[in-house]
């Protein structure tokens, strides 16, 4: 599946995002799904996804194949680039990226 991630910017503490990922593919089909981010130096961590959670939401719209990462209170520590990840058939599959930027 390919996948394709949007909604990254540049925003002020405390502010909110919403990031999209569009599947390739019926995501009804797919039974993992999450996101990542990863900032410079460091290594990939999962945010949030199917069954996980953590400080953001993570959402599905399978009608229109795509997942939110929902954001607020955003701080300058949770600028990275945001990935977006599915598990399809037993094959990791990563979208390019999307880079929130977090201003102090």
């Known amino acids: 599946v390919q996948l394709q991630a949007s909604g990254g910017g540049l925003v002020q503490a405390g502010g909110s995002l919403r990031l999209s990922c569009v599947a390739s593919k019926n995501i009804a089909d797919i039974n993992y799904m999450a996101w990542y981010r990863q900032a410079p130096g460091t290594a990939r961590e999962l945010v949030a996804g199917?069954?996980?959670?953590?400080p953001f939401t993570f959402s599905r719209d399978n009608a229109k194949n795509t997942v939110y990462l929902e954001m607020h209170d955003l701080k300058p520590e949770d600028s990275a680039v945001y990935f977006c990840y599915a598990r399809d058939r037993g094959a990791d599959c990563w979208g390019e990226g999307t880079l929130v930027t977090v201003s102090s």
């Open positions: 199917d069954a996980v959670r953590g």
